[in-house]
């Protein structure tokens, strides 16, 4: 008999692994993720979903305005934020994993509208929800597309950063 035989799904001990803590706009974007992922899937209003999210105890410690600017945005002005980044995919955006396009889409919008967030931190905060949320390799392919985005959304703040 092998030891794996032994062993019972619900038996031994779970591995909890330490995670390092996250900023509440860190947190804000990962529960973001999540609500868009729902939307995506369930199609329910952004507002219900934001409710239950609440009603979960998902929406402490985290920057609520972020979130919540990122839920309704992102819901309103999908189709418009899919086209930012169209013609960097290899696919149609319907067969993107939802997870890549949630994450594209909360990039993509950062890109364009919040300005005062470092694209390279824009970037950095995609990259790591896909390493946390996504497929094995899907960082490199979110990296690589938002590194695109931001060409075009941040061609002076690119270029500045060149110079220096």
Do not use: C
């Amino acid at each position: 008999m092998k030891i794996s035989d032994s062993i019972q799904p619900g038996q031994g001990e779970e591995i909890v692994e330490k995670e390092k803590p996250v900023s509440p706009r860190s947190q804000a974007r990962r529960a973001a993720l999540q609500a868009i992922y729902q939307w995506q899937m369930t199609n329910a209003a952004a507002l219900q979903i934001m409710q239950q999210f609440s009603e979960d105890g998902y929406l402490e410690k985290l920057d609520f305005d972020l979130f919540k600017d990122l839920l309704f945005t992102i819901t309103d002005e999908a189709e418009q934020l899919d086209e930012m980044y169209a013609g960097f995919i290899d696919r149609d955006i319907k067969r993107l994993d939802p997870i890549e396009r949630a994450i594209l889409r909360i990039g993509s919008y950062e890109l364009r509208s919040k300005i005062e967030i470092p694209y390279r931190v824009v970037i950095n905060e995609a990259v790591e929800l896909a390493k946390r949320f996504g497929a094995e390799e899907s960082h490199k392919f979110v990296n690589g597309v938002l590194d695109k985005v931001a060409k075009q959304t941040r061609e002076l703040e690119i270029s500045t950063q060149a110079d220096k």
